[in-house]
């Protein structure tokens, strides 16, 4: 499966930004999705992942509340809804498809996307 990442940019703190995370193929349903960030000089980490039917999300607890991540995979498409954006959200932000081990880790993902900037000024 290709993974393609959009939808960042510069945004305010306190503002939202939606990115999408378009797939190609036609059995998307049956992956879990995530989303990952690095920031600059930073390893990259979990944000969020949902599960292929949809019904299980997980979030890293320094986005829970603020962010979501719904998908639609009638669109083939995963999106991060983010919220209440801080300047410490500054990142790449990338999605990954696969999950099959762990919803939560790098090693659970077998795809990803080129990632998207997202920059959150004070």
């Known amino acids: 499966v290709q993974l393609q990442a959009s939808g960042g940019g510069l945004v305010q703190a306190g503002g939202s930004l939606r990115l999408s995370c378009a797939a190609s193929?036609?059995?998307?349903?049956?992956?879990?999705m995530g989303w990952f960030r690095q920031a600059p000089g930073k390893e990259r980490e979990f944000v969020a992942a949902?599960?292929?039917?949809?019904?299980?999300?997980y979030y890293a607890d320094s986005v829970k509340g603020r962010f979501t991540i719904p998908r639609d995979n009638a669109k083939n498409t995963v999106y991060l809804q983010m919220n209440s954006l801080k300047p410490e959200d500054t990142a790449v932000y990338y999605c990954?498809?696969?999950?099959?081990?762990?919803?939560?880790?790098?090693?659970?993902?077998?795809?990803w996307g080129q990632g998207t900037l997202v920059t959150v000024s004070s």
């Open positions: 990954a498809a696969g999950g099959i081990r762990t919803l939560t880790a790098l090693y659970g993902y077998d795809y």
């Open positions: 193929g036609r059995t998307f349903s049956v992956y879990n």
């Open positions: 949902i599960s292929g039917s949809g019904y299980s999300t």
